[in-house]
């Protein structure tokens, strides 16, 4: 029990990594990014390009990794979120949907349909663990995945409430045209914050990667953990996507233990659950949830 | 001083153009199984569905301002309900009416919390259903997860009946569907809808119900999608869950709206029919054929937003499917 508590808390930690960059993007650009599961998955790819082909470490792999996929969301917002957010709130979500039918395939015809995994990149730390009292046994490499994840979510918040970029990015979230009146560059901080989010993605791919194999079509299955804990925890700080991301995790496993194929159904109820008590500021209410009453008509 | 008159109509001469243009298209599906056999109606079904499925997502993300990634879930639980509702002892074609009625009910009650989300969150929250419905289909024995299982029922009529029935059911869902549309569209509702499409906060501004006029949309489409499963099912006469609620439905649905003309009937049935011509081209490229629509599709998004309709449509005089009012003034 005790080990599946902990399993869980460290899944939990995967998933907060998942979903940092989402969040970033949302709660910053206003943007959910449906091909955030896919570029995570490009960025695997990219590790898996640079350590296993051409043999460096995975710590410099993730390093090019991070300038290359920060210099892809500057390219994708310039080109793509910018204009597209032009034309109202649906056009970045059909680009970006569109985006990520283009990677998920194109993914498949340069890499084929084989599982590829980062573990051999690191040998032995992918079966190292630590031993708690009572012979439980922790992977290592989970423990520095949530180690990972508070790291990332630590630095990011400091960026946005302590750094002069950060001032300038949540000045351009919250009031773009104020922003370029008082003489920011929307464009160039947008591109900028577009660009950090997949950066951490980098990050997410590592972890990816190292937990399990993938193949090209993995995106979507991450794309929909990311935004469950994002959902699950709610919006304001990117604390509450750790939150978010320990329920989903405790909800999966709770579910796999009811019955085994119950794991990413108990992910999915975690989030309708999350719905409903988000749907009537947190009291349910069947009278409003019908939409009897005209308070509840939405926001 | 004359005193100008106003003579208010609601279809001109490309209106009756079209209208003629579309019976007659609708009398050629229907004659369909005399002269192209079993294999032309299975291919005409494919081109019908394709219509319903672009005609039902134009209606939530054109009208409604709802882009869902998620209908493969009333399009493959009604494959589903179709499934289990003919092994209880229904007639297939019993089935398929009662799994356009599921799915619209399945619509309501799925209308009453996704609709509270907002645009990223819907569009994803709808995927997330969907993906919840496929795990639970999978877990239904008589499917046996990813195996899946034959409509075998539909072996009580013979090949050729079966194949003809299918394709003008198919067809009479189809003309369902638009007079349906038309009627809505043309109705109080459909002034509140356009309103919606236009702008939504001025919309609300002058009193029109939003959440009202967007959960009739959603459940229309729910049913029109549903439909489209249990017709794509009937035809292909094989259930696996994965072909019914893989997301390249919803990249079909993106690609014909987007291309055609968001917001317009004409559009999505130029871009259903624009598709159907490019799957049967191109359709066994695979997995470049789907870059190929998924790039098309981002093309349009953000170089002609407003799709092929968008171009053709204000060159033309007067609406091709009359949704709205002419007023001539002559001075008398």
């Known amino acids: 029990m005790t080990s599946q508590l902990i399993n869980a808390i460290l899944l939990g930690g995967y998933y907060a990594v998942l979903a940092t960059g989402l969040a970033f993007m949302y709660s910053v650009m206003n943007v959910i990014n449906l091909a955030h599961g896919a570029l995570i998955v490009l960025s695997a790819y990219g590790l898996w390009l640079l350590g296993g082909n051409l043999g460096l470490p995975l710590p410099v792999a993730m390093a090019i990794m991070v300038v290359v996929m920060f210099a892809v969301g500057m390219f994708l917002q310039r080109v793509v979120l910018s204009r597209a957010s032009g034309g109202g709130e649906l056009l970045p979500i059909l680009a970006t949907f569109g985006i990520s039918i283009i990677l998920d395939n194109l993914m498949f015809q340069v890499f084929g349909a084989d599982s590829l995994s980062l573990a051999p990149l690191v040998g032995d730390l992918s079966w190292a663990s630590f031993e708690l009292p009572g012979f439980i046994f922790v992977g290592k490499t989970s423990v520095y995945i949530l180690l990972a994840a508070i790291v990332v979510i630590a630095g990011l918040e400091w960026l946005l409430r302590r750094t002069a970029l950060g001032h300038r990015i949540q000045a351009v979230s919250q009031d773009r045209a104020t922003a370029a009146l008082l003489g920011i560059d929307t464009q160039r901080t947008a591109a900028i914050a577009t660009g950090i989010a997949l950066a951490t993605g980098v990050i997410a791919a590592t972890a990816m990667g190292l937990r399990s194999a993938w193949g090209p079509y993995g995106g979507s299955a991450q794309l929909l953990f990311a935004f469950e804990a994002v959902v699950i925890g709610g919006l304001g700080s990117l604390w509450r996507v750790l939150a978010g991301a320990m329920v989903l995790a405790f909800a999966q496993s709770l579910a796999a233990m009811i019955h085994p194929q119950g794991f990413l159904i108990g992910g999915h109820l975690a989030f309708l659950a999350a719905v409903f008590i988000r749907l009537r500021g947190g009291s349910f209410d069947l009278k409003s949830l019908l939409g009897l009453t005209r308070k509840g008509a939405t926001a | ?332």
């Open chain 2, 1 to 332: 001083m004359s005193t100008p008159s106003l003579t208010i109509t609601r279809s001109g001469p490309t209106a009756h153009v079209t209208m003629t243009l579309l019976a007659i298209a609708a009398v050629a599906i229907a004659v369909i199984p005399f002269v192209l056999g079993v294999a032309g109606s299975g291919r005409a079904v494919a081109l019908l569905v394709y219509i319903l499925l672009a005609l039902m997502w134009n209606a939530l993300a054109g009208f409604a301002g709802l882009v869902s990634i998620g209908q493969t879930l009333f399009f493959g639980f009604a494959a589903y309900t179709t499934i289990r509702l003919s092994d209880a002892g229904l007639d297939p074609f019993l089935a398929i009416l009662a799994s356009i009625g599921i799915g619209a009910a399945l619509g309501w009650v799925t209308s009453l919390f996704m609709l509270s989300l907002k645009d990223g969150e819907f569009a994803i929250g709808m995927w997330v259903l969907s993906s919840l419905a496929h795990l639970c289909v999978n877990l239904d024995p008589l499917i046996q997860g990813e195996t899946g299982i034959s409509l075998i029922q539909m072996n009580a009529y013979a090949l050729e009946t079966r194949s003809a029935l299918i394709l003008w059911l198919a067809l009479a869902v189809t003309i369902a569907v638009i007079a349906a549309m038309l009627l809505l569209l043309r109705s109080r509702t459909g002034a509140a809808i356009t309103a919606i499409r236009d702008d939504e906060l001025g919309a609300r501004s002058i009193g029109v119900d939003v959440l009202r006029t967007k959960r009739i949309v959603f459940v229309l489409a729910a049913a029109g999608t549903a439909a489209a499963g249990a017709l794509w099912l009937a035809s292909a006469s094989n259930f696996q869950p994965r072909a019914f609620f893989g997301v390249q439905w919803t990249a079909y649905m993106l690609f014909m709206v987007l291309v055609g003309g968001l917001g317009r009937i004409e559009g999505a049935i130029i871009g259903a029919v624009l598709f159907f011509a490019i799957e049967t081209w191109f359709g066994a490229y695979g997995a470049w054929y789907l870059v190929g629509l998924g790039a098309i599709a981002v093309l349009f998004a953000l170089l002609l937003p407003k799709g092929l309709w968008g171009w053709i449509g204000p060159r033309l005089p007067g609406e091709a499917i009359p949704t709205g009012y002419i007023i001539e003034k002559s001075d008398i």
